[in-house]
């Protein structure tokens, strides 16, 4: 990418899109649910597979790097922002269809808008992740899951763009879903689309599972700061926030990150902190864990662009807070 100039690739995107849809220096802090993240070169919503397909074709042509980028609940993006371009899969690429048990939705449909859409048409099985803050693409492209039951459990058929270009209809035995985990995301796949099949249920019941689920949600997750969820995987054998708990952990900061005093799975944003300050407390955490249990925790969420440059170290740590 040492070729790669901003003119070079703003000439290839007017080439597919009119300017008023490009945007430039955009700030990522706006399209993540951490509200963390520097500006990217350019940003475009494509409406179709083929505006897509239009967009990688008019990043590489220009030597550009690219990024494709759901809800961004589950992204950490770096401080010194994205080079290149994003294209962004949200509201432009959400169409939501509904054949008898069955419902198709885009890559960009939120969780929340399939679940909603399933409660209408009396369809139950998608309550668990009607919670879930992120798209169905990114839901699929990580087996999300929540309240012991995951995306796997309910897709039939997964709409991938391959790196040539090509579009691959996956099963779900092809899409290969593991925990947090999936053929996608080995092999960097785009998801356009996502079939689920759901059953028929009762509204009231539905709706009652929803709700109930809401407020499991919000009375143990610490969803008043922004965060990317759950910040760790799960180890085999363990819980993470109980370990991060009995590390002496909740409540460690850095910066204007800290580990939740909620929910010490997660790290949250609750004073405008910087991509330096979360991963500071991530390295923190994983370090005492791994210290007092002999436990390497895994990071759930994907960090992105910080190859293009780190911001400078964050404020000192100090830990605020005590073992519950």
């Known amino acids: 990418m040492g070729d790669y100039s901003k003119a070079t690739l703003r000439k290839a995107l007017l080439e597919v899109f009119e300017e008023s849809e490009i945007l430039e220096d955009e700030p990522m802090s706006l399209y993540t649910t951490f509200e963390i993240g520097g500006m990217t070169d350019f940003m475009v919503e494509?409406?179709?597979a083929r505006q897509i397909v239009q967009a990688i074709e008019a990043a590489r042509k220009a030597d550009s790097p690219y990024w494709v980028l759901g809800c961004?609940?589950?992204?950490?993006?770096?401080?010194?922002?994205?080079?290149?371009?994003?294209?962004?899969?949200?509201?432009?690429?959400?169409?939501?269809e509904v054949d008898g048990v069955r419902i198709t939705a885009q890559a960009g449909a939120?969780?929340?808008?399939?679940?909603?859409?399933?409660?209408?048409?009396?369809?139950?099985?998608?309550?668990?992740?009607?919670?879930?803050?992120?798209?169905?693409?990114?839901?699929?492209?990580?087996n999300a899951g929540a309240y012991e039951e995951e995306?796997?459990?309910?897709?039939?058929?997964?709409?991938?763009?391959?790196?040539?270009?090509?579009?691959?209809?996956?099963?779900?035995?092809?899409?290969?879903?593991?925990?947090?985990?999936?053929r996608m995301a080995r092999e960097g796949l785009i998801v356009l689309s996502v079939s689920i099949e759901l059953h028929k249920g009762k509204q009231t019941d539905i709706a009652a599972k929803m709700a109930d689920l809401k407020d499991r949600r919000e009375s143990k997750q610490p969803?008043?700061?922004?965060?990317?969820?759950s910040t760790f995987k799960r180890p085999v054998g363990y819980f993470a926030g109980k370990?991060?708990?009995?590390?002496?952990?909740?409540?460690h900061r850095c910066g204007g990150a800290c580990v939740s005093t909620k929910h010490a799975g997660f790290v949250v944003n609750d004073l405008n902190a910087t991509a330096r300050d979360v991963c500071r407390v991530i390295e923190d955490v994983q370090g005492a864990v791994e210290e007092q249990f002999g436990?390497?925790?895994?990071?759930?969420?994907?960090?992105?662009?910080?190859?293009?440059?780190?911001?400078?170290?964050?404020?000192?740590?100090?830990?605020?807070?005590?073992?519950?």
């Open 46 to 48: 494509p409406t179709s």
């Open 110 to 142: 939120t969780n929340k808008a399939i679940a909603n859409i399933a409660l209408e048409n009396s369809l139950a099985g998608y309550e668990f992740a009607s919670g879930i803050p992120g798209s169905v693409g990114g839901a699929a492209f990580m």
């Open 295 to 324: 436990v390497k925790l895994e990071p759930e969420v994907r960090m992105i662009g910080f190859e293009f440059g780190d911001e400078p170290p964050a404020h000192d740590c100090k830990v605020h807070g005590h073992r519950h």
């Open 151 to 182: 995306f796997k459990g309910v897709a039939t058929n997964v709409t991938c763009l391959d790196s040539s270009l090509n579009v691959l209809e996956l099963t779900n035995e092809e899409a290969q879903w593991g925990y947090r985990s999936s």
């Open 223 to 229: 969803l008043e700061h922004p965060s990317a969820g």
């Open 72 to 96: 961004g609940s589950n992204v950490l993006v770096s401080d010194a922002g994205l080079r290149g371009l994003v294209i962004h899969l949200g509201e432009r690429f959400s169409a939501i």
């Open 243 to 251: 370990l991060i708990d009995d590390a002496g952990m909740r409540g």
